[in-house]
Antibody
Framework: QVQLVESGGGVVQPGRSLRLSCAAS????????IHWVRQAPGKGLEWVAV????????WYSDSVKGRFTISRDNSKRTVYLQMNSLRDEDTAVYYC???????????WGRGTLVTVSS | DIVMTQSPDSLAVSLGERATINCKSS????????????LAWYQQKPGQPPKLLIS???TRESGVPDRFSGSASGTDFALTISSLQAEDVAVYYC??????????FGGGTRVEIK
């Protein structure tokens, strides 16, 4: 069955870095774009970044552009989110989700919590 | 950026009654070549990730009860639960996937039992 499993979350001080992973199984990974979506405590959903199925295109929200980098390793069926210069407002549960081209997110992971605090 | 505006922020409905959630896009999300609205509805229960309920504004995903339905009129969209059940208590989000980046969500609507 389709599975997306996030890992790498934790508590980190402002200004530090963290790398999240999204491990996929149960589908043809190299055929899907993968998005990161975050949810601050008690808040709504905020789209963060996307990487195309082949890794050739990547886009970011304005709130993370220049600080976060998305990448993928299709041989490991994993997408990464490198988060640098973390701020208090980056505190959230980070979900990865898959997208077939120009379609909604049909599968989501369970999320990993990132807490930015001194 | 396309802004998605949901209303109301919350609503309380009696069991068995109808619940309607509205979502308005700031511009058309209808792709003329296929006549599809690029609008999805998600359900999120506490402690869980969002679950896709409806895509293309009105197409129910496999396994979603038929009491859930989606409709569209121009840039106005609605999710209707025809007969609210206890397990439908959740936050519901609309999302446009017509124009990315950025891909945008509505602010969410919390549905509770009256």
């Amino acid at each position: 069955q389709v599975q997306l499993v996030e890992s790498g979350g934790g508590v980190v001080q402002p200004g530090r870095s963290l790398r999240l992973s999204c491990a996929a199984s149960g589908f043809t990974f190299s055929s899907y774009g993968i998005h990161w979506v975050r949810q601050a405590p008690g808040k709504g959903l905020e789209w963060v970044a996307v990487i195309w199925y082949d890794g050739n295109k990547k886009w970011y929200s304005d709130s993370v552009k220049g600080r976060f980098t998305i990448s993928r390793d299709n041989s490991k069926r994993t997408v990464y989110l490198q988060m640098n210069s973390l701020r208090d407002e980056d505190t959230a549960v980070y979900y990865c989700a898959r997208e077939e081209v120009r379609s909604p997110f049909d599968y989501w992971g369970r999320g990993t919590l990132v807490t930015v605090s001194s | 950026d396309i802004v998605m505006t949901q209303s109301p922020d919350s609503l309380a409905v009696s069991l068995g009654e109808r619940a309607t959630i509205n979502c308005k896009s700031s511009q058309s999300i209808l792709y003329s070549s296929n006549n599809k609205n690029y609008l999805a509805w998600y359900q999120q229960k506490p402690g869980q990730p969002p679950k896709l309920l409806i895509s293309w504004a009105s197409t129910r995903e496999s396994g979603v009860p038929d009491r859930f339905s989606g409709s569209a009129s121009g840039t106005d969209f609605a999710l209707t639960i025809s007969s609210l059940q206890a397990e439908d208590v959740a936050v519901y989000y609309c999302q446009q996937y017509f124009s990315t980046p950025p891909l945008t969500f509505g602010g969410g609507t919390r549905v509770e039992i009256k």
